[in-house]
């Protein structure tokens, strides 16, 4: 069964640091999808950056980047020269299968990293 | 990418009364999802929304708590029946297009049963 494990429950930064959030993943399917969300204390899920299992480079999104290591199960996020806008919930996300159009498309959790950057 | 408008953006219900929670989209899209975040939780999938069909609902939902309505390629209701203050969450509206990588969030549904 696919999952998702996040095991930074809370974070501190200073500002215009980089940090890097952890996420480890695992999942039998060789096709999947590995999405990072940001979520402020307002509730909204704000979809940060995107690497499919097959993608040759990891992806970059202006100041975030993802550390995606296959052979180590492990999508981190990165992001570089922290904002105090950036204070918020951080959660990693997998779905198996890749642009399908009538399977689940779920999208599998983890428990989130709550980032605080510090001025 | 779509905008994605989720109404109302919060609530606060009475127990045993029920909430129907509206979500439009400003493009046609194949996939629609609703995910419950209970309070300090993470999302969990409550079910997927078909159009012109009833809805698949994950393990834990059922559809006489979780009705769920899509009447078209760019909206979908959830309701929460009989609402009990363990209901008490953010409910979030998720689309995705045919060959889309990501999914996309609304805003949110921020309810409170007493």
């Known amino acids: 069964a696919q999952k998702i494990t996040q095991t930074q429950p809370g974070m501190f930064v200073q500002e215009k640091e980089a940090v890097t959030l952890d996420c480890t993943y695992d999942?039998?399917?060789?096709?999947?999808?590995l999405f990072w969300y940001k979520q402020p204390s307002s509730g909204e899920m704000i979809f940060l950056i995107y690497q499919g299992s097959y993608d040759q480079q990891n992806a970059t999104e202006g100041r975030y980047s993802l550390n995606f290591q296959k052979a180590r199960k492990s999508a981190n996020l990165v992001i570089s020269a922290s904002q105090l806008g950036d204070s918020a919930m951080y959660f990693c996300?997998?779905?198996?299968?890749?642009?399908?159009?009538?399977?689940?498309?779920?999208?599998?959790f983890g428990t989130g990293t709550l980032l605080a950057v510090q001025p | 990418s779509a905008v994605i408008s989720q109404k109302p953006s919060r609530d606060i219900c009475q127990r045993g009364t029920s909430l129907t929670i509206q979500c439009q989209v400003d493009s046609q899209v194949t996939m629609m999802f609703w995910y419950r975040q209970q309070p300090g939780q993470s999302l969990t999938l409550i079910a997927t929304a078909n159009q012109g069909s009833e809805a698949t609902y994950e393990s834990g939902f059922v559809i006489d708590k979780f009705p769920i309505s899509r009447p078209n390629l760019t909206f979908s209701t959830l309701t929460v029946s009989n609402m009990s203050p363990e209901d008490s969450s953010i409910y979030l509206c998720?689309?995705?297009?045919?060959?889309?990588?990501?999914?996309?969030f609304g805003a949110g549904t921020r309810l409170s049963v007493l």
């Open positions: 998720s689309v995705a297009g045919q060959g889309w990588n990501i999914q996309y």
């Open positions: 996300a997998m779905r198996e299968g890749v642009n399908y159009g009538g399977a689940t498309n779920k999208l599998i």
């Open positions: 999942t039998s399917d060789p096709s999947y999808g």
